[in-house]
């Protein structure tokens, strides 16, 4: 398993999974909201952002980036 599956105990994993799936989302997904959130800061005038889903199952990492200026 992972490092965080293996620190969790047997008895704790039910409530570590069912926390894990409360809120389920792909990383464009994460992109926005971050997006939306930083836009609203008002000593935010630019930035970019890049949130990366490091893959377990391929060989590749999901990446979405945005930006604002």
């Known amino acids: ?6 620190a969790v ?3 704790d994993e039910q409530a570590f999974a069912l926390a894990n799936g409360q809120n389920l989302m792909f ?3 994460a ?3 971050l997006h939306r ?3 609203q800061l008002p000593q935010a005038s630019a ?7 490091a893959e377990s199952l ?3 990492d999901a990446v979405a980036q ?3 200026s």
């Not at 930035?47 to 889903?53: D, G, T």
Request: charged share 30%.
């Open 31 to 33: 992109a926005r909201r």
């Open 47 to 53: 930035f970019r952002l890049k949130v990366v889903h």
């Open 66 to 68: 945005s930006r604002w």
């Open 58 to 60: 391929h060989a590749h």
């Open 1 to 6: 398993g992972t490092p965080v599956q293996t």
């Open 27 to 29: 990383c464009e997904d």
């Open 37 to 39: 959130t930083l836009r």
């Open 9 to 11: 105990k047997r008895a």
